[in-house]
């Protein structure tokens, strides 16, 4: 069954550095996400992202994110100067045409910024 | 803006009980609703989904009703097993023109035990 990947698995960063988070979608989806799970706390939406642009963000996605599809398979999150408060559990996600609210994650990529 | 409040965790169960986990919303117009499953060291998979007030989501004898009346859409099983521990999450979709935005609820962590 197809699924969602994303790499690396765990990530650790010294604060003010960049990191960018890996996602490879299911290949027929047109819509993708990151939503991001601080330790003990909701999942919480970031970005969606189709026709190669961010259709909706969430005011936690501020300048300092942003997203890309660089080629036909892969969706990435940068973070460009990263803070304490970065430290979470991002998750990608992706849809459909069909179903497009049916959202299929990643196992997430934990990152830790010290 | 749109909610998901769900019953606070941890629950904690013995083999074969039955399982009520409680899930309310407020949202605007009419959401599909949903459930997630995390496993231990895994991502969220979906559990079971709703479109429409009166539609029941069921899968591996999970079942949620989807109650526009009491906004509702709680998680029920009949006899639970130690592989459902697990995290449960309830969500609702809101389309964003470009996609599906997700609002998830806390969380609640099941134990099962034998």
């Known amino acids: 069954e197809p699924e969602v990947t994303q790499t690396p698995s765990h990530q650790v960063t010294q604060m003010g550095q960049e990191v960018i988070l890996r996602c490879v979608p299911i290949?027929?989806?047109?819509?993708f996400y990151w939503y991001r799970q601080i330790l003990g706390q909701k999942v919480e939406f970031l970005v969606s992202f189709y026709n190669n642009e961010i259709s909706e963000k969430s005011e936690i996605f501020d300048d300092q994110f942003s997203v890309e599809r660089p080629d036909g398979s892969n969706f990435t999150l940068k973070i460009r100067s990263t803070k304490l408060e970065d430290s979470a559990m991002y998750f990608c996600a992706s849809s459909d045409s069909v179903t497009q609210e049916t959202q299929y994650f990643g196992p997430g990529t934990r990152l830790l910024v010290l | 803006g749109n909610s998901v409040t769900q019953m606070e965790g941890p629950v904690t169960l013995s083999e074969e009980a039955f399982l009520t986990i409680n899930c309310t919303y407020t949202a605007t117009g009419y959401p599909s609703l949903f459930w997630y499953v995390q496993y231990p060291g895994e991502g969220l998979q979906l559990l079971l989904k709703a479109t429409k007030a009166d539609d029941k989501g069921s899968n591996k004898g999970f079942e949620a009703t989807y109650r526009k009346e009491t906004t509702s859409f709680h998680l029920e099983k009949g006899s639970v097993q130690v592989s459902d521990s697990a995290v449960y999450f309830c969500a609702l979709s809101e389309f964003t023109g470009g996609g599906n935005k997700l609002t998830f609820g806390t969380g609640t962590q099941l134990k099962v035990e034998l």
């Open positions: 290949s027929n989806h047109l819509y």
